[in-house]
């Protein structure tokens, strides 16, 4: 909600009018009905239909009814002005007691109205402009975290790649993308944002032609949906419990499959005996990854 407020003008002018609405009823006094309400609502709803209409129709009676909810309402919002004060004659106060006396505290907004044409602040003040740079500066957080589960994906990639080289990573530039990193970095919590910055830093000391190649694989990847990256990253937390001669004779098994044909590399795909042995989710990633070369 937050990440589109920052995109939506005219949804952030909505929530600020509804800023106001929330301000205006907070600072109010609540208005009790009448005794009588409940007893009148029943007996007008009790009357026949047909001499219900009737009366609907009778211009006099909605010129009256009209003039009994403005006066109702005029009566409550003199009521809630005049709880406020103490009950004097309005001639006999001194007219520099209305310019001094404080107004009533405004109970504050709910966080996610309290909009103005600022940044939005999801959990307090708005953030520094070093917090900005800190959170602009790191990789996107979605890739950062899926870098441990490129890499043990090994065995699944070609060993030696045809594909031209992705286009870099770049940091946010529009000003969707750099509210859209701003929202996340906010969202993200302390504790998510330190986990942040760890992968980020990992990433960054990774050597440069491999990080080359993790970009590459997450180009396939990136296109995955939710549920196939859950796949991968169970998948990836199975190839990590292989000892070293389980994974090097499974990784020749299965970049042996990249010279068949499609309809083929799937079938084997599933007979291998490591294989059996996944779930349905992770055999369906592992498949469309071997696929997407």
Excluded: N
Excluded at 2 to 18: N, T
Excluded at 73 to 87: D, H, I, K, Q
């Amino acid at each position: 909600m937050v990440a589109h407020l920052q995109e939506c003008g005219e949804c952030r002018s909505l929530a600020r009018a509804l800023s106001e609405v929330e301000k205006l009823f907070a600072s109010a006094e609540r208005s009790d009905p009448p005794d009588d309400l409940e007893e009148r609502i029943r007996r007008r709803l009790a009357r026949p239909s047909g001499a219900l209409t009737g009366v609907l129709r009778d211009p006099r009676v909605l010129g009256a009814a009209a003039a009994v909810v403005i006066a109702i309402g005029v009566w409550l919002l003199l009521r809630s002005r005049g709880a406020e004060t103490p009950a004097a004659p309005a001639v006999s106060r001194p007219e520099i007691s209305r310019r001094t006396k404080p107004a009533p505290a405004e109970a504050p907004p709910p966080a996610i109205l309290a909009i103005r044409s600022a940044p939005i602040a999801v959990g307090g003040l708005p953030m520094s402009d070093a917090e900005k740079a800190q959170a602009l500066g790191v990789g996107p957080r979605e890739f950062v975290e899926f870098v441990p589960t490129l890499l043990a994906l090994d065995p699944l990639f070609p060993e030696a790649s045809s594909a031209a080289d992705p286009t870099p990573l770049r940091q946010p530039a529009s000003p969707e993308e750099v509210a859209q990193r701003l929202a996340a970095w906010e969202e993200a919590g302390p504790s998510g944002r330190e986990r942040w910055l760890q992968l980020d830093a990992t990433w960054g000391a990774i050597e440069v032609s491999r990080r080359r190649q993790i970009e590459r694989r997450w180009s396939v990847v990136a296109g995955f949906t939710p549920d196939e990256k859950a796949g991968l990253r169970r998948l990836a937390g199975r190839l990590t419990e292989l000892d070293e001669k389980r994974r090097a004779r499974l990784t020749a098994e299965i970049r042996a499959l990249d010279r068949l044909p499609e309809r083929e590399r799937r079938a084997r795909w599933r007979t291998l005996p490591y294989v059996r042995g996944l779930t349905g989710q992770e055999v369906a990633s592992g498949e469309k990854l071997l696929l997407s070369f």
